[in-house]
């Protein structure tokens, strides 16, 4: 069964794309909601925008986790804590991914009403790789989103810190916005 989420109010969704800080009055999921995200250091750095603004959130990020990791990090979420409504999966950075590791990750999350992968902005080889891997997942899985960091930041280098890569502050905030709002609004 798919539990709708209650719909981001416009200003909101205007607030939180265009990287403001926390809205006023931000809506809240249901209390039933359960999120889960998995991600690496870009997750990490915007840990405490996700908890401040996504109430419950168990958040399971490590600095230089690679994708491929990532599948025993939502198995273990899954077994320890039960399947999440939705699930956030924030890899990539590390190495990129191909089309076994996403639909590994999808397995191990079957039952989830929302899968939320994160693309990459990355300048490495495997950045376009990944990205395409990712969309064409959503593609084929009602339950899987996109959440498309690569198109918000694509043109906003000053978002990252002189890795090009990492998000600074006001990256880090926007990141968290980005999955918020899509966390938060309809599933499409």
Not at 63 to 84: M, T
Not at 135 to 164: M, N, Q, T
Request: with cysteine; glycine share 10%.
């Amino acid at each position: 069964m798919i539990r709708r989420l209650s719909p981001v109010p416009l200003v909101v969704a205007l607030a939180m794309l265009t990287g403001c800080s926390e809205p006023d009055a931000a809506p809240t999921l249901d209390a039933a909601t359960t999120v889960v995200a998995i991600g690496d250091s870009i997750m990490v750095g915007a840990e405490g925008h996700l908890t401040g603004l996504v109430e419950g959130i168990v958040i399971d990020a490590e600095v230089g986790r690679p994708f491929r990791d990532g599948i025993a990090a939502v198995e273990s979420q899954v077994s320890s804590a039960g399947l999440p409504d939705v699930l956030v999966v924030g890899l990539g950075t590390n190495g990129g991914t191909n089309a076994g590791q996403i639909e590994s990750i999808i397995e191990e999350a079957d039952g989830a009403a929302r899968i939320l992968f994160v693309n990459v902005r990355v300048p490495r080889d495997w950045e376009s790789a990944t990205n395409a891997a990712l969309a064409e997942a959503a593609a084929h899985y009602p339950i899987v989103d996109i959440v498309d960091w690569y198109g918000e930041s694509v043109e906003s280098d000053e978002l990252f810190r002189a890795d090009g890569y990492h998000p600074n502050a006001v990256g880090s905030e926007r990141w968290a916005n980005l999955i918020v709002a899509k966390i938060k609004g309809p599933g499409e």
